[in-house]
């Protein structure tokens, strides 16, 4: 049950600011037992009340446990988290469940094969009272998270929509005049405490999600936007409503884990270091990471807490306050962020995962293609690596472009963060090795987007090129596209922006900068979603009718494409200079002497974006090293070959 219903209004008002210092290094707390919630803070002092928050982040309908211990133990999942927040409750009943946001969207398929409805109805049953809106929340638009997903916590009558029971709160999330598009915040009464709830989402939500689903809406400063709810909760007027205890629920977080870090750099460190002296704590989320952190606040005898619990349901944060009854202020505190490992899966939401993993299966056991080998994203290390062209995006714009040629498609293109999972060659199920169920290829493309065919010109096609070298203080540096068999481009990372890419062709062809071209993306890519503004310039749009997973399994179902095997070919490369040719006079003698000829090798070091590395195994050449000489008379004619080196890019988390 949730404690309370939080009353939820929109506002505006001023902004304060202060600076904090260096992180405090605070108690290790006691380790968790698996199962178990460590007591972190004795009872409350007389005219002091302890009020719990359990919190967590970027669930993305994980309703099945995503990960398993050593031994085998399921970690994660809906039930086993609902099984751990029920421990918190039954230690102390002063108990309050919120989230980070991206509860839904790039979902597995249990949930997203119900559009994420089995997800929501896990989260009511767990007593969500309230959530921040994350970019993923906008997937499939504003008009369905309004309307559908529900924003206010009041939910449809007999399961009609909108579907959650909880506000989703975006206090930075305006229309185009100004006005609020969510709710800002939300208040509750926990344990006769009145406890605020501050919500805002990335600013660059706007690059993430498509751009025609958030027509209208503008994603402002994050850390303005906090401040200026925090001040109307904290400036006396009961009218506008009023808390003792603010939390910050941000989804925006730190792409590290070191303290010091997470306090100080990129757009979450703004964020630590100039959310208002009346934030208690912050509950962070976005970047998947787990950090634990608490930060002196100029003019509070408490540090504020900082915390993220990874995402997919792995971790859970519990945050203890005890408050002056009288003051309201936060006397003590303690915090951990607590592996979802060992605990009882609460009963009723096991039944709504069950009910879910019932109707997947019916669905998601059906063949639809077959593979040789596993055909996969590009890795960093254990992190899938979007700045580098994979086998796996590849194959997804071969698909999109052999489905389209009808509507006359001569190019396709592939995002990367479109792609979810890998098409594995061993078997999820009983369906063997190297089959292709509808389950597995709808976790590779979980969105849904449609497919839409589009004219460029060259030039335009080159542009769109370009802009996978992503605009300064974008979530990553550079973006690679997956392009179609026969499609091929070279670049020059160092070459000014505007100017990488060096080379186009089309068969061989190169393109012509004023000749028109038909180009199939899906319709995030062609709102200009990721950056890629030029898509969303294309004419005579044709959509296909189908979803990019369906255009993915139509063509994995043709009898040609039967084991299916991985092309690892590049389809891009690094553009270097022709080494000029190496011309020597013969030796004086009767025969002549051939000269060593040296064939440049590929380099680790060659020019990569910001924050880019390349590992040596990761280089390919294509070409030949030809050193073939010919003797006539007295003259010797040495000619160089092209080395072309396939670069690699390290994702920027």
């Not at 936060?330 to 019932?358: L, N, R």
């Not at 979603?529 to 990019?548: I, P």
Request: some cysteine; glycine content about 10%.
């Amino acid at each position: 049950m949730r404690t309370g219903r939080p009353l939820v209004r929109f506002l505006s008002s001023g902004a304060v600011l202060t600076v904090l210092a260096t992180p405090l290094l605070a108690a290790p707390a006691e380790a968790a037992t698996p199962g178990q919630i460590p007591t972190l803070l004795p009872a409350p002092a007389p005219g002091q009340t302890q009020i719990q928050i359990g919190a967590f982040n970027d669930f993305h309908g994980r309703l099945e446990a995503p990960d398993e211990t050593d031994d085998g133990q399921p970690v994660g999942g809906a039930a086993q988290l609902a099984g751990a927040l029920d421990v918190m409750r039954a230690q102390n009943p002063n108990t309050i469940v919120v989230s980070a946001g991206d509860n839904v969207g790039a979902s597995t398929f249990t949930s997203f094969i119900q559009e994420d409805a089995p997800t929501i109805a896990a989260l009511n049953q767990m007593g969500v009272a309230v959530s921040a809106v994350g970019n993923h929340e906008f997937d499939q638009g504003y008009t369905d998270l309004t309307d559908r997903i529900g924003v206010t916590g009041r939910q449809g009558a007999n399961g009609a929509d909108p579907l959650a029971a909880f506000p989703y709160l975006g206090a930075n999330v305006v229309k185009a005049d100004g006005t609020p598009a969510l709710p800002a915040y939300a208040t509750t009464e926990v344990g006769g405490i009145r406890v605020g709830f501050i919500g805002v989402v990335t600013q660059q939500t706007s690059s993430l999600v498509a751009p025609a689903g958030i027509a209208g809406l503008r994603f402002t400063d994050p850390v303005a936007a906090a401040n200026r709810v925090a001040a109307q909760l904290s400036d006396g007027n009961t009218a506008n409503d009023e808390a003792q205890v603010i939390v910050l629920l941000a989804h925006e977080g730190s792409s590290g884990t070191d303290c010091a870090a997470v306090g100080s750099e990129g757009a979450f460190g703004q964020i630590v270091q100039n959310s208002s002296p009346q934030i208690d704590a912050i509950v962070s989320g976005h970047t998947h990471m787990l950090y634990d952190c608490e930060f002196p606040v100029a003019g509070k005898a408490v540090a504020r807490p900082v915390v993220s619990a990874e995402s997919y349901s792995v971790a859970v944060d519990n945050l203890v306050l005890n408050v002056d009854d009288v003051t309201g202020d936060v006397v003590a505190q303690a915090h951990q962020v607590v592996p979802v490992e060992g605990f009882t899966p609460d009963p009723a939401v096991q039944k709504i995962v069950d009910d879910a993993v019932a109707f997947a299966d019916q669905v998601g056991t059906t063949p639809v293609g077959s593979v040789t080998a596993d055909i996969t994203r590009a890795f960093s290390g254990a992190d899938d690596d979007r700045g580098t062209q994979s086998p796996l995006g590849n194959l997804i714009a071969d698909a999109q472009l052999q489905q389209t040629e009808g509507a006359g498609a001569q190019i396709a293109f592939e995002n990367p963060g479109g792609i979810r999972d890998d098409l594995e060659y061993a078997a999820s199920g009983s369906e063997g090795d190297g089959v292709v169920t509808y389950a597995e290829a709808a976790a590779v493309q979980p969105f849904a987007n449609s497919v839409v065919t589009l004219t460029l010109t060259g030039a335009q096609v080159r542009q769109v090129l370009e802009q996978q070298w992503q605009p300064a203080g974008s979530s990553r540096p550079f973006l690679a596209l997956g392009v179609p068999k026969g499609f091929f481009f070279t670049y020059d990372d160092a070459a000014p922006a505007g100017q990488h890419v060096k080379s186009v062709t089309l068969d061989g062809a190169e393109l012509d900068a004023t000749a028109q071209y038909r180009v199939t993306v899906n319709s995030f890519l062609a709102s200009g979603g990721d950056n890629f503004t030029t898509l969303a310039e294309g004419t005579d749009r044709v959509e296909l009718g189908k979803t990019d997973l369906e255009a993915f399994t139509a063509y994995l179902g043709l009898p040609e494409n039967a084991r299916l095997a991985p092309d690892q070919e590049p389809r891009s490369a690094v553009a270097t200079e022709i080494p000029p040719p190496v011309v020597e006079s013969p030796a004086p003698t009767a025969t002549p002497t051939v000269p060593a000829v040296a064939v440049p090798t590929p380099s680790a070091t060659t020019s990569k974006p910001a924050a880019a590395a390349v590992a040596e195994e990761d280089l390919a050449t294509t070409g030949a090293d030809i050193a073939p000489w010919i003797t006539v008379g007295a003259a010797l004619v040495l000619a160089g070959g092209l080395l072309i080196t396939a670069a690699a890019r390290r994702r920027h988390a």
